[in-house]
């Protein structure tokens, strides 16, 4: 596998690939070299069925602060007609996609702020264990934007539930690991230094699973969640995020 990347530390051992985001100074914030690299290390998994886990963490103080919001900004001025945010949205949303359909079970280790689309990467991973120092928030109101990054709305909707999603949308308030917990967002908040044993404890027996079973529970549960949908309104996202932020013009977000 791959593993000269500019915004990722990827290690491979054995049966487990460990992904941490690893841009600390800009908070781990998604910009489009994370999208495209996490697009090649996700893609390459489909020739790597011996890799059974999969572990995305982030570097530095904080799992991830969000999308780029300096990056949106730019490439509007850039480009008003928005044809590169766009892309760049749905870039976003095969990123998710990949994380929820590859047969490994993916785990998302938390610490520090997990903002945004921060959150969407996480819950679109099979597994999530946090640290009670974390922190999240869904601030895309407060910064004239709409929750439309990755296909996130639903996903959260899924897990968490609506009226509890809706309330966290509209007012933009920060919450904690045990709120998170108790939404379903996150399966286990610990301390910091218990996430990496938390995380031990679900990879022991994955790894030991029968890869054709593992592989058949993904596609029958990702197969059941969406079975209430007629029809995939996350292939809208892009346009509406793109729609918004250029009727706002070039401007800084928030």
Not at 16 to 27: E, H, K, V
Not at 122 to 148: I, K, N, Y
Request: charged fraction near 20%.
């Amino acid at each position: 596998m791959i593993d000269n990347f500019k915004t990722l530390a990827v290690a491979h051992q054995g049966p487990l690939l460990n992904i941490q985001l690893n841009s600390p100074d800009t908070g781990n914030a998604l910009c489009e070299p994370m999208l495209d690299e996490l697009l090649t290390v996700l893609g390459a998994l489909h020739d790597r069925p011996e890799i059974r886990v999969v572990i995305l963490s982030g570097a530095g103080a904080d799992f991830c602060l969000g999308g780029d919001r300096r990056e949106f900004a730019e490439s509007l001025a850039a480009d008003g007609t928005g044809t590169a945010l766009r892309a760049m949205g749905n870039k976003a949303r095969r990123v998710c996609e990949a994380l929820a359909a590859t047969s490994a079970v993916t785990i998302a280790r938390l610490h520090g702020g997990v903002i945004g689309a921060g959150i969407a990467l996480a819950v679109f991973c099979d597994l999530r264990a946090g640290a009670h120092s974390c922190r999240f928030r869904l601030p895309e109101l407060a910064l004239g934007m709409p929750p439309a990054w990755g296909g996130v709305l639903p996903r959260l909707l899924n897990e968490c539930g609506a009226a509890r999603i809706r309330e966290l949308i509209l007012t933009g308030e920060s919450f904690d690991a045990a709120k998170a917990a108790e939404l379903d967002l996150l399966h286990k908040a610990v301390p910091e230094d218990e996430l990496d044993e938390v995380i031990a404890r679900w990879t022991r027996p994955l790894v030991r699973r029968s890869p054709a079973a593992l592989r058949t529970a993904k596609v029958m549960m990702n197969a059941y969640a969406s079975a209430n949908r007629l029809a995939d309104a996350t292939l809208f996202d892009a346009e509406l995020l793109t729609t918004v932020l250029a009727a706002a013009g070039p401007k800084p977000l928030g």
